[in-house]
Structures are given as structure tokens and as C-alpha cells.
């Protein structure tokens, strides 16, 4: 019966063909939606491991994530310097790093922070950044950039560049005046950091005409770059001695007296997107599903107007010996073989397209898509597409079981 439908489909190869590619298109967009969606959260969860709390002015917390971490979009105000003193002298506090942004060098988002980045960020399963090239800042003035940053700007070590005032593509001015020497680059993570440029906070305050202020702090201080503070922050990446204190110290900073501030756990705010964004998701399936079903109706309709040009075929088949459950399972073979065939079609066409833009969704937006064998909700989709293709045959299969032999060998005109 394989034989007989493969070679029933061979010789009429081109609806066949036509039938596969609109089938293919259809199940590599349903299957888009669900990759997509994995590694976009996927991505998002590796970028930010070992921060157990962001802080930053009164904002949504979404907002407040998405500019700290992902340098999308922008923070309308800021919290001060002696705010981030005050909660990173805590005593429940391990580590505190500040974070100034606003700035950028091509479009690409300028970080203006302290050594203790490189020291207490963590990615992925709590992957530490490694400085490839060069090292990491040390003095005012100096750079050091993201991988992809390196590549897009097409800077080396001992290179020079100029810091912009605005971010996200819309440059204000160029500050031609401090011109801010490269000395490092640092490894690719696959997040975030690969597109950014990172400077010290004296020397944003310095670009910005401010003159940094020395101040004299104990040495027991939990913070870093405390001798030379800036006048503000954007943002501050927290890590506790004691994980279970997020919780309070969260209240504790959303009730900050002195000034309004958010703080965040980056899971639990991960997870209020998603649940925010499930609409779309749910949009997006509704749709690709739409695009499966019709690509399937336009096998059955092929299937149904083949079946007068076959009378002749399913004829002689009866001739021959073929009973009506023959001619049945014929066509529920040919339409089964067609959906398999379309189906594992659009999942090479879904992993063509993947590894052809990999690169240039990363440039553009810094989520890596990695070629992962399917997911099981991927195949539960293939393996419906397969079920809805089966059952869709039954139409066709049907007609031809109930086609008597009565017809003749002449088809009928």
C-alpha cells in the first residue's frame, strides 16, 4: 500500500509538490511561535543569575528590568547616590553595583557602572563575564566593549570612540571633547552585555562636564566605587548574604522614605511578563494554527478534484481485486505520506530560516537563537498537524470507498 500511494503521488507530482510547500510554510510558522517564545524566555531568564534584587526610581517593575538588564527602553528619572549608599551599607546586603545608562556610542547602549560588574554579574547558570581582550577599566575615560559592540563598531584594543547623550538610536550630541580610549573586550554571553559599551560612572560625570567628587568612606563598606561616586544612578544590582531577606528588604525599598524607589526580584518579574504577554502568545498560535488548517483544506480540496480525474484508476483497481477498503486506505496513505512529508518539510524550513538569521536577529535585537532539537511542545504540534491531516482524509477516502464498480471503466463526462 506505501508503495502503490508513493508512486500514486510521484505521478502527480506537481499539485503534490504545491500541496507540501503551502503545508511546510504553515507548520514552520506554527512551530516559530513556540520556538520563539522558548528561547525569547530562555534568553531573558540566562541574562540576569545571582541578582537577587534590582533597585532604581519609582517605575513599573517591568520597566525597570527591561532598561537595568536588557537596555530596552529608557527610565524618566533617578535615584541618588546617597539612596544607593544608604541600602547598599546594609547589613544584609553582600554586594551592590551601581548602574548608570542614558548614553550610547552608535545606537548602541553605553553602561556606566564599576569594577564590581565584571565581579558579581552572573548569566546562564551563573556564568561570570571574562574580559578577552585587554582589561577591564581602570582609570576615567576608558572602555571597555561587548562582543557584539566590538564587531558593530568595528573597534579594537587602543582604539578610541565618542559617547553620545541618548539612547536607543536617538543621539542629542556627541561629546567630541572626551574622546574615550578602548582597553578591552570582553567574551560572548548571548545577552545583553554583548551590545553594550561599558564605562566607569566618573566618566559619564566627566562627559557630562560634572566633575567627579572624591568622597572618604570606611573601607568596610559593602559597595563598590565608592571613592569617586556619581551625583545619581539609573539602577543597582543587589546580592544578599541570605536569599530569603529579598522579600523583606523588597518592602523595605518600595517604602523608602527619603525618596521613591522599586525594587524587583528579576524571576518573579520575568514571570509577571510573560503572563502579561500570554495574550499575544495565544494570538499568535490562534493564527499559525489558522495558516495549518488551510494549508490542509487545500489538500483535501486537491484530494476531492482529484478523485473524478481517478474514477478511471479507482476502477481498474477494483477490477483487479481491490475492495472498497482498499481503495480507503489508498487515500488515507497518500494524504498521511503528504502531511509527514510537509511537516517534517517545514521543520527543516524552520531550522533554514533559524540558521540563516541567527546571526542578524542578534545584531539587532541580542537574543541568540541556538539550533535545539525540538522541544516536546513542538512535536505534540507536528504530531497534530499529522492527526488533523489524517482526519481531513477521511473526507476523500470515504467518497472513493462509496464509488461502485457500476461506473465502468469509461469515466463519465
Known amino acids: 500500500m506505501f508503495k502503490l500511494a508513493l508512486k500514486s503521488l510521484l505521478n502527480r507530482k506537481t499539485s503534490v509538490i504545491l500541496t507540501v510547500v503551502a503545508i511546510a510554510v ?25 541578582t537577587d534584587l534590582i533597585i532604581g526610581p519609582r517605575s513599573s517593575q517591568t520597566q525597570l528590568l527591561l532598561a537595568s538588564i536588557f537596555h530596552i527602553g529608557s527610565m ?21 553595583v551601581p548602574i548608570s545608562l542614558g548614553d550610547s556610542v552608535q545606537g548602541l547602549p553605553v553602561v556606566a557602572t564599576t569594577e564590581g560588574y565584571v565581579k558579581h554579574y552572573r548569566y546562564a547558570d551563573k556564568q561570570t563575564l571574562n574580559v578577552i581582550q585587554g582589561r577591564w577599566f581602570a582609570d576615567n575615560e576608558q572602555a571597555i566593549l561587548g562582543a557584539e559592540a566590538a564587531k558593530t ?12 547623550h541618548g539612547s536607543g538610536g536617538l543621539s542629542f550630541s556627541e561629546h567630541d571633547q572626551h ?14 552585555v554583548d551590545q553594550a559599551v561599558f564605562v566607569s560612572l566618573e ?22 566605587g565608592h571613592e569617586h561616586p556619581a ?25 523608602y522614605e527619603k525618596e521613591p524607589l522599586t525594587a524587583l526580584m528579576p524571576g518573579m518579574t520575568l514571570q509577571q511578563l510573560w503572563k502579561t504577554l500570554n495574550v499575544f502568545e495565544q494570538t499568535l498560535n490562534g493564527m499559525s494554527a489558522i495558516v495549518v488548517l488551510i494549508g490542509l483544506i487545500g489538500m483535501l480540496t486537491i484530494l476531492l478534484a482529484s478523485l473524478r480525474e481517478r474514477r478511471r484508476e479507482m476502477a481498474v483497481l477494483r477490477a483487479v481485486g481491490a475492495g472498497p477498503l482498499t481503495l480507503f ?12 512529508f510537509a511537516t517534517f518539510a517545514g521543520l527543516a524550513l524552520l531550522y ?28 505534540w504540534r507536528m504530531g497534530l498537524v499529522v492527526i488533523a491531516g489524517f482526519l481531513l482524509s477521511l473526507i476523500p477516502a470515504w467518497r472513493a470507498y462509496r464509488q461502485s464498480l457500476s461506473d465502468g471503466l469509461t469515466v463519465k463526462v
Open 179 to 192: 574622546p574615550i580610549a578602548v582597553v578591552g573586550v570582553l567574551a560572548r554571553t548571548g545577552t545583553p
Open 203 to 224: 566618566t559619564i560625570e566627566t562627559v557630562h562636564g560634572i566633575e567627579p567628587g572624591a568622597t572618604e568612606h570606611a573601607k568596610d563598606h559593602h559597595h563598590e
Open 76 to 96: 524618566t528619572n533617578a535615584m541618588s547616590w546617597d539612596s544607593y549608599e544608604n541600602i547598599a551599607g546594609r547589613d544584609e546586603v553582600d554586594w551592590a
Open 231 to 255: 551625583e545619581s544612578i539609573t539602577a543597582a544590582l543587589l546580592g544578599l548574604k541570605v536569599k530569603p531577606l529579598a522579600l523583606r528588604l523588597q518592602r523595605e525599598i518600595n517604602t
Open 352 to 379: 533554514t530560516l533559524q540558521w540563516s538569521l541567527m546571526d542578524f536577529i542578534h545584531s539587532q535585537t541580542g537574543i541568540l537563537f541556538s539550533l535545539n532539537l525540538p522541544t516536546p511542545a513542538e512535536w
Open 153 to 164: 563598531l568595528g573597534l579594537a584594543v587602543g582604539d578610541q570612540l565618542t559617547i553620545a
Open 329 to 340: 486506505s489508498l487515500l488515507v496513505t497518500e494524504a498521511v505520506l503528504v502531511t509527514l
Open 26 to 50: 504553515s507548520v514552520a510558522l506554527l512551530l516559530a511561535v513556540e520556538r520563539v517564545k522558548e528561547q525569547v524566555q530562555q534568553n531573558f531568564a540566562n541574562t540576569v543569575s545571582g
